[in-house]
């Protein structure tokens, strides 16, 4: 049950991800945060490579090792599809490679904490 819950979550969550990058955000609230988006790139980016991790490893039976570089590969290509489609297909988003810059460097610390997990698992065994 928890197996293919955590599939259906991370596809939602998917789905989810990309309506709320593509949808027009003018009638937003402004935040005063600066660079409050880097920030939201980065954790979101980085649960979603946790999610198809999680997905890849428990779900579809993938190694550990071939979960986390699946994984983030699958976050990496998603992150530039959306921000190429904000570019393309919106009017009131555009294509910044910061944003690019920002949902790596999210999937990359998520892939270096499961890694190190994963090692610290082996280790303890």
């Not at 890849?56 to 992150?79: E, M, P």
């Not at 393309?88 to 892939?111: E, H, K, S």
Request: charged share 10%; hydrophobic share 60%; proline share 1%.
């Amino acid at each position: 049950m928890l197996k293919k819950g955590i599939l259906a979550i991370t596809a939602f969550y998917n789905v989810a991800l990309a309506i709320v990058c593509l949808i027009n955000i003018k009638e937003l609230p402004e935040v005063a945060v600066s660079n409050i988006d880097k920030i939201f790139h980065f954790v979101t980016y980085a649960l979603l490579m946790c999610l198809w991790y999680f997905s890849l490893v428990y779900t579809l039976n993938f190694s550990q090792k071939k979960g986390l570089w699946y994984a983030f590969l699958i976050a990496f290509v998603f992150g530039i599809v959306i921000e190429v489609l904000q570019g393309t297909i919106t009017t009131t988003r555009a294509l910044d490679v910061f944003d690019v810059v920002a949902n790596t460097l999210g999937a990359l610390l998520a892939t270096l904490v499961l890694s190190i997990y994963n090692m610290l698992q082996v280790k303890n065994k």
